[in-house]
């Protein structure tokens, strides 16, 4: 079953004219993803490319591969970027606690799947997936922490605390090392999973990866490893040293060419804001630089540059000086990343999620600047997962599952209207309304003998009205009282479908699946995903 995304909450514009009206935004991004001539176009494109930086590349990822237990696919597939006809299918994500959300575990599955199926169609190519690590954000409070539901169906959060000072600058996440405390968290992580047969290999898992002295980095990629190195996932590390020795002249350009391009980005995000919105905030330079006490956008100041929140100046020549020694400080912001990556790699597509489709369309000026071929954008599949439990409270009380996205307060009071032997809003609306008439038609008698009467007659009605209001508050509680059976399943069902108001993908972990129904689910959704339907899927378990 799909859902069209017009009819989800909180779907931008931008997004949703990406996928239904790609007509309205052709200016912002170029490349149509439904159109098969823009694939043959840019692989033929890709394959004249002149990748004199290839042997460096493959050379550090059997490098980031060593010691493990590496899949024939996935050796195959590190191998096969030698070849000009091998295109990469590309996706990334910030390295979340457990690996963060659903969506990450779904953009994965779609650059697997869209690998697969364009070797499938386009036989004269070859193409791999790829999981660009994003280790050099440094957003900590982004990824310290998963949602779960518990055996009540309450959403907790599970959260690691590093109890660094708060509010200091951490540096590049990838980095970051777990100290004792991540053992607190992981032992919270037990207490809420109950015992069942998944139980134990699911923390098995978690426990080996998650420990202290692991990045942030290591403990995300072992996980990813361990649930998809099978399928030929190549996990692709850009914080390599040697890799930001092959990005330095992405990295010099940008440093001292960063005018050319900035009124372009500036133009191009204005204009999304008359139409859209604008996703990223444009800055003069796109580059971080790693120091002792964290990682600061540069900024150009006269003839000079500085760190941003810090009052240290550095002169161009001293920045370049650096960026050719040191190269491993340096690291591109959001915008800047995507040429990085299709600068390393043949990109053929980037997997999105909505918000990257909307900052792409900010990007797409800096493809011409650095004269790096531009990729399909291909939406990520996007997905709920449905129980048997959640399923047959639906089926009890006719709900379709976007009845589920409703606020709250008002599906409880739609619940009740249906099981109800009257609809207390319309009856205390009739009320009002014939109140309002009656003591309106007596005002109208009353000033003919007194006008001073009006005032008292408006005071009078004040009174009723608050009185109705009160006494529609307690026929409100009372009969949410007489279904609080009825109310309770369907909340349980909500939070399932719909935690915190928003998408399970972007709340809850997969963990609270993997427990319940084995590491396997994931080959069962896997199998269930359709990458070619743009709309949200349901998927019954």
């Given at each position: 079953m799909f859902i069209n995304f017009c009819d989800l909450p909180g779907q931008q514009n931008l997004f949703l004219d990406y996928l239904y009206e790609f007509e309205n935004v052709r200016d912002f991004y170029h490349k149509d993803f439904r159109d098969e001539n823009a694939y043959l176009s840019l692989f033929e494109e890709l394959s004249k490319r002149d990748r004199k930086h290839n042997q460096m590349l493959i050379s550090t990822l059997k490098e980031q591969y060593s010691g493990l237990n590496t899949s024939k696919q996935t050796l195959h597939n590190i191998e096969s970027l030698n070849n000009k006809k091998t295109f990469a299918i590309v996706t990334g994500q910030q390295l979340g606690l457990y690996t963060g959300p659903l969506y990450t575990i779904y953009k994965t599955i779609t650059a697997i799947k869209l690998a697969a199926r364009l070797k499938s169609k386009y036989k004269k190519y070859d193409f791999v997936p790829v999981f660009w690590l994003e280790g050099d954000d440094h957003d900590f409070d982004e990824v310290c922490s998963i949602n779960l539901a518990?055996?009540?169906?309450?959403?907790?959060?599970?959260?690691?605390?590093?109890?660094?000072?708060?509010?200091?600058?951490?540096?590049?996440?990838?980095?970051?090392?777990?100290?004792?405390?991540?053992?607190?968290?992981?032992?919270?992580?037990?207490?809420?999973?109950?015992?069942?047969?998944?139980?134990?290999?699911?923390?098995d898992l978690l426990k080996k990866a998650y420990q202290p002295g692991v990045t942030f980095k290591k403990a995300?990629?072992?996980?990813?490893?361990?649930?998809?190195?099978?399928?030929?996932?190549?996990?692709?590390?850009?914080?390599?040293?040697?890799?930001?020795?092959?990005?330095?002249?992405?990295?010099?350009?940008?440093?001292?060419?960063?005018?050319?391009?900035?009124?372009?980005?500036?133009?191009?995000?204005?204009?999304?804001?008359?139409?859209?919105?604008?996703?990223?905030?444009?800055?003069?330079?796109?580059?971080?630089?790693?120091?002792?006490?964290?990682?600061?956008?540069?900024?150009?100041?006269?003839?000079?540059?500085?760190?941003?929140?810090?009052?240290?100046?550095?002169?161009?020549?001293?920045?370049?000086?650096?960026?050719?020694?040191?190269?491993?400080?340096?690291?591109?912001?959001?915008?800047?990343?995507?040429?990085?990556?299709?600068?390393?790699?043949?990109?053929?597509?980037?997997?999105?999620?909505?918000?990257?489709?909307?900052?792409?369309?900010?990007?797409?000026p800096l493809y011409d600047f650095f004269d790096v071929p531009q990729p399909i954008i291909y939406p990520r599949s996007s997905v709920t997962l449905i129980e048997k439990p959640v399923k047959k409270i639906m089926e009890k009380f006719n709900l379709k599952y976007i009845d589920l996205f409703t606020d709250k307060n008002e599906l409880n009071n739609i619940i009740i209207g249906r099981h109800a032997d009257f609809n207390v809003k319309d009856i205390f609306n009739m009320a009002e309304t014939d109140i309002a008439d009656i003591i309106m038609a007596l005002n109208d008698k009353l000033i003919?003998?007194?006008?001073?009467?009006?005032?008292?007659?408006?005071?009078?009605?004040?009174?009723?009205?608050?009185?109705?209001?009160?006494?529609?508050?307690?026929?409100?509680?009372?009969?949410?009282?007489?279904?609080?059976?009825t109310l309770r399943q369907i909340n349980k069902a909500s939070t399932l479908i719909a935690p915190l108001s928003d998408l399970q993908e972007r709340e809850l972990s997969f963990i609270y699946f993997a427990h319940k129904y084995g590491l396997n689910f994931l080959d069962d959704i896997t199998a269930e995903i359709e990458i070619y339907r743009f709309e949200h899927q349901i998927i019954e378990l």
């Open positions: 518990n055996d009540n169906n309450d959403i907790i959060t599970i959260s690691y605390d590093d109890q660094a000072e708060e509010g200091i600058n951490r540096g590049s996440v990838g980095n970051l090392k777990f100290n004792e405390t991540i053992n607190l968290t992981n032992d919270e992580l037990d207490k809420v999973l109950r015992a069942n047969d998944f139980k134990a290999e699911l923390m995300f990629r072992d996980i990813l490893f361990d649930l998809f190195d099978h399928s030929g996932l190549i996990i692709f590390d850009p914080q390599s040293r040697d890799i930001k020795e092959l990005l330095k002249p992405v990295f010099r350009k940008e440093i001292e060419e960063f005018n050319k391009h900035t009124k372009e980005l500036v133009k191009v995000s204005a204009g999304l804001e008359e139409i859209y919105h604008a996703q990223v905030k444009i800055n003069p330079v796109n580059i971080f630089l790693l120091e002792p006490d964290g990682r600061f956008l540069i900024e150009p100041v006269e003839d000079e540059f500085r760190l941003k929140t810090k009052r240290k100046r550095i002169t161009k020549e001293l920045l370049l000086e650096t960026l050719e020694n040191e190269p491993q400080r340096f690291s591109p912001n959001v915008l800047l990343r995507p040429i990085c990556q299709d600068y390393l790699l043949p990109t053929a597509a980037y997997i999105a999620g909505p918000g990257e489709i909307s900052y792409f369309a900010q990007v797409m003919t003998i007194d006008p001073t009467l009006n005032e008292i007659t408006l005071r009078t009605k004040e009174r009723i009205d608050n009185s109705l209001k009160i006494l529609r508050d307690k026929t409100n509680e009372a009969q949410k009282k007489r279904y609080e059976t």
